[in-house]
C-alpha cells in the first residue's frame, strides 16, 4: 500500500520534473560561468515538451478504470536530455552565450522548481490528512 502512494504516476512524474530542473540549473550555471569563453557552446535541457508528447500531445489523458488497463508507468516518463546548440554564433569569437537570456532562464527555472516542489508538498500533506483523518 504504502509503495503504491509513493511510486504513483504522479509522484513519477512531479520527481523527473524536479529532475529536469536541477538539471536545467547546473546548465545554465555552466553557460553564464562559460559567457566569455571564445567558441563555447550554450547548452539547454529539453524534458517538457518530451512529456508533454509522452502523455499524448493535446489529447486527453486515458482513465484507468480496472487494473487491468495498461497505465503509464515509470518507464514511460521520459527523462531530461542536455542539447548543445552549435548551429547559432551571436559574436565574433563563435560564442554563443547571451548573459541576458541565461539570467532570465535561470529565474524562469527556479520559478518552475518551486512550482513542482510545491505540487509534490501538496500531494504529500494530503496523504498526511487522510491518514490523520482529516484532523
Known amino acids: 500500500m504504502l509503495n503504491s502512494i509513493l511510486s504513483s504516476p ?3 512524474v512531479l520527481e523527473q520534473a524536479l529532475s529536469a530542473s536541477s538539471l536545467r540549473q547546473k546548465v545554465i550555471s555552466n553557460n553564464i ?3 566569455n569563453t571564445p567558441g563555447y557552446k ?3 535541457v529539453s524534458f517538457e515538451d518530451m512529456l508533454q508528447n509522452a502523455i499524448g500531445g493535446d489529447k486527453l489523458p486515458m482513465v484507468k ?3 487491468r488497463h495498461l497505465g503509464m508507468g515509470k ?7 542536455i542539447n548543445t546548440m552549435s548551429n547559432t554564433s551571436i559574436r565574433t569569437d563563435g560564442n554563443n552565450v547571451d548573459i541576458d537570456v541565461e539570467m532570465a532562464d535561470l529565474a524562469k527555472n527556479s520559478i518552475y522548481y518551486n512550482a513542482v516542489v510545491q505540487q509534490i508538498s501538496n500531494y504529500f500533506s494530503g496523504i498526511k490528512s487522510a ?3 482529516g484532523r
Open 10 to 12: 504522479r509522484v513519477a
Open 65 to 67: 478504470t480496472n487494473e
Open 42 to 44: 550554450k547548452s539547454e
Open 33 to 35: 560561468a562559460n559567457v
Open 75 to 81: 518507464d514511460s516518463i521520459p527523462n531530461p536530455q
Open 131 to 133: 491518514i490523520k483523518e
